[in-house]
């Protein structure tokens, strides 16, 4: 079975940090890209960070500029979202979805390319005091 898992959302205050994890069973992360997503109440999934296979490309979103990371572990089979210094407008469930191209040397940022086929079922992500 081909899944994605998402780890590591929760509550945290402002100026907080948190380590989001998406780990694949079924299938390598490996030779794909993979990107973040996330999705507040009432508004449109937003890509946050996105990272190609063997590191050699990765995007962001300019909200995240500075404050977040992104990572793999191929050994781990998992790719990671560092979120250091959160602000309550980081609030919403995060997503990682990997890419179906095996052969693409990116990764892209736009949330209907098509290119995102496997996709987790989501972490909550709260930033308040």
């Known amino acids: 079975q081909l899944q994605l898992v998402e780890s590591g959302g929760g509550l945290v205050q402002p100026g907080g940090s948190l380590r989001l994890s998406c780990t694949a069973s079924?299938?390598?992360?490996?030779?794909?890209?993979v990107g973040w997503f996330r999705q507040a109440p009432e508004k449109e999934r937003e890509a946050v960070y996105c990272?190609?296979?063997?590191?050699?490309?990765?995007n962001y979103a300019r909200s995240v500029k500075g404050r977040f990371t992104i990572s793999r572990d191929d050994a781990k089979n998992t790719v990671y979202l560092q979120m250091n210094d959160l602000k309550p407008e980081d609030t919403a469930v995060y997503y990682c979805?990997?890419?179906?191209?095996?052969?693409?040397?990116?990764?892209?940022?736009?949330?209907?390319?098509?290119?995102?086929?496997?996709w987790g079922q989501g972490t909550q992500v709260t930033v308040s005091s």
């Open positions: 979805a990997a890419d179906w191209d095996q052969y693409a040397h990116d990764c892209t940022m736009e949330t209907d390319s098509g290119r995102y086929i496997y």
């Open positions: 079924g299938f390598s992360l490996n030779d794909r890209a």
């Open positions: 990272i190609s296979k063997g590191r050699l490309y990765s």
